[in-house]
């Protein structure tokens, strides 16, 4: 962290939670559930641990982080334009005609997203690459990868679990947003992931289980990396997808819906606008 | 070309740090000496061709040269999509190599022959698709790709292949490498395919037909230049590849020629038909089944003169 004048990591999530509703309902968009579900994991990241200089997005020393769960962008450019990458006012043109802030996070023309995901499957490699290319240059910058419940469903997450702790990627840390409920119903229902944390185990990693909107529990774990020494380590963190708006928590629904009329004022007050400013 | 390859960036690889070398598990005997020597330059990715690809991409976009190594279609349809999304869309500095063009590995099936990735490979936004013809443009071929920034394809034939350019050649990406001169028609080869078509040329000059001979070692960017002189100065243009006539030389051939104003000219696509082999078979004999021998190409060019 290099910048002194961001808010406390509770402020910081409440502004990832509004900016994110906004954006969903202006645009009409989907996945604000997803969104809501990783606020506190990302506010607590960049408030915190991340190491980065928005003025040098390509300061070859910056932490590296990955959204692998590329849909949940509103919430990575809400946190990227709260720590000073790009001004505030931008996020008024995602998914509008012209703008470079796609429904997927995306590289292009957007300060600090470090890569372009929104095909799940891919980010966790990327991020294994560039942990690798670090230890074999002798950097000590971190590399996190954030990665959806249902993105364990596709077999190239599961190839770079198996390859980072071979290769002793304890500069790699990979959180599982597990809200427990993917495209088309619950985790349980579609394709069980259960035991999440003990498959990561059996790969070779050093794994935590966390409530994932337990600031504590969140900046205990991140300060305990790695938990194994010489291993990568993921933090499976039980997270409630639309956290922070009631009528949302836990809804299929909220996968799909943005936010609008009398639903968006209630979903402003509940996460708390007034406390913003 | 494999060894013209593997030695040519072992000898890159000592003089530049920035370059990796990862494969899919395949090399057996013959990395083994780059492995040993520069063991932070390399990584056995494990049979695993999409995190392979990724993790390249991952390190390019960390200051490496990254080159991606498998045989037949490993390297390139089995990780398609990340070669788009992680490699192309990032503008990562990847190399994607593959041995075993085209019916290479004839003898092990359909799974094993590299039909149609040229086509595909072409297909991927800001991706250099080059397929050498003999050792000696594959020794120039990877340096050429390891010194451009950006994602690049490269087809390699296998071991042992002879030697088609009889001297030095000048190879640039991207322009075609005229191996004979001839007013009468044009046979445009890519990859190994130059062999046949040097062989045809003279066979036909024995007939009074005087043909140039193209090795369009870079599909793309194409060298439309040479293309269009072709047909202008000799009328006729065939075009030779170990390739689904689909995507590959051919299509990118007919393109310009279908695009370019005022030219009138002969034309035909020599090259596999979008099917799988039903019989297996050596190079040899499955270049034979298919008329991809000189024979087949004769037979092919002369179909279409008229003679």
């Not at chain 1, 993921?234 to 997808?241: G, R």
């Not at chain 2, 593997?6 to 494969?23: S, Y």
């Not at chain 2, 005229?178 to 009468?184: A, F, I, L, S």
Request: some cysteine; proline content about 4%; charged content about 20%.
């Amino acid at each position: 962290m290099s910048t002194s004048s961001l808010p406390t990591a509770a402020e910081l999530a409440r502004r990832i939670r509004r900016h994110s509703v906004l954006m969903t309902s202006r645009a009409n968009a989907s996945h604000i559930g997803s969104s809501l579900s990783m606020a506190d994991l990302l506010a607590i990241l960049y408030s915190e641990f991340l190491r980065f200089d928005p003025r040098r997005p390509e300061w070859p020393e910056r932490d590296r982080f990955i959204l692998s769960k590329g849909h949940g962008c509103a919430a990575l450019y809400a946190v990227l334009a709260e720590t000073g990458y790009f001004p505030v006012e931008r996020l008024e043109t995602f998914y509008q005609d012209g703008s470079p802030l796609a429904g997927h996070a995306t590289h292009k023309d957007v300060a600090g997203v470090e890569v372009s995901t929104g095909s799940l499957g891919h980010g966790l490699s990327l991020g294994t690459g560039m942990a690798l290319a670090g230890k074999r240059d002798g950097k000590s910058h971190r590399v996190w990868v954030m990665v959806s419940d249902g993105e364990c469903d596709e077999g190239s997450t599961w190839e770079p679990a198996l390859f980072a702790p071979h290769h002793r990627l304890d500069n790699l840390v990979a959180i599982v947003d597990y809200n427990k409920i993917q495209s088309f119903g619950t985790v349980k229902e579609v394709l069980d992931l259960e035991p999440l944390a003990e498959k990561w185990r059996a790969f070779g990693w050093g794994v935590r289980e966390i409530d994932g909107h337990d600031l504590t529990a969140i900046r205990e774990a991140f300060a305990a990396v790695p938990f194994v020494p010489q291993r990568p380590s993921c933090i499976v963190a039980h997270t409630i997808k639309g956290k922070g708006v009631g009528y949302m928590e836990n809804q299929l629904l909220w996968h799909y819906r943005a936010p609008r009329g009398a639903d968006l004022e209630t979903a402003l007050r509940e996460i708390g606008e007034e406390e913003l400013r | 070309m494999r060894t013209a390859f593997l030695e040519t960036l072992f000898e890159l690889a000592k003089a530049d740090e920035r370059i990796v070398f990862l494969t899919g598990d395949l090399g057996f005997s013959v990395i083994e000496p780059f492995a040993q020597a520069l063991p932070k330059q390399f990584v056995n990715a494990g049979v695993a061709e999409q995190n392979m690809t990724a993790i390249a991409a991952g390190m390019a976009l960390s200051g490496k040269i990254a080159l991606t190594y498998s045989i037949a279609n490993f390297p390139t349809l089995r990780c398609l999509e990340h070669i788009r999304n992680d490699v192309c869309y990032h503008e990562a500095n990847v190399k994607i190599v593959a041995v075993g063009g085209g019916f290479a590995y004839g003898a092990l099936g359909a799974s094993h022959h590299a039909t149609e990735e040229l086509g595909v490979m072409r297909m991927m936004p800001g991706m250099t698709v080059v397929a050498p013809a003999d050792p000696i443009e594959a020794r120039l071929a990877t340096r050429a790709i390891v010194a451009h920034p950006g994602p690049c394809y490269i087809r390699l034939g296998k071991a042992g292949e002879s030697n088609v350019h009889e001297g030095p050649i000048d190879f640039q990406l991207g322009r075609a490498i005229q191996v004979r001169e001839g007013k009468d028609v044009t046979l445009i080869s890519t990859g190994g395919m130059l062999k046949a078509a040097v062989g045809v040329a003279r066979r036909l000059a024995e007939r009074g037909v005087e043909a140039r001979v193209l090795s369009m070692h870079t599909l793309k960017p194409l060298d439309t230049e040479a293309v269009l002189a072709a047909a202008r100065d000799t009328g006729a243009v065939f075009t030779l590849e170990q390739h689904s006539v689909i995507g590959g030389l051919g299509s990118a051939v007919a393109e310009v020629l279908a695009e370019a104003p005022d030219i009138k000219v002969k034309f035909k696509r020599i090259g596999l038909p979008s099917a799988f082999s039903r019989r297996v078979g050596s190079q040899q004999y499955l270049e034979e089944q298919n008329g991809l021998d000189e024979a087949g190409v004769l037979r092919a060019v002369e179909g279409v003169l008229g003679s």
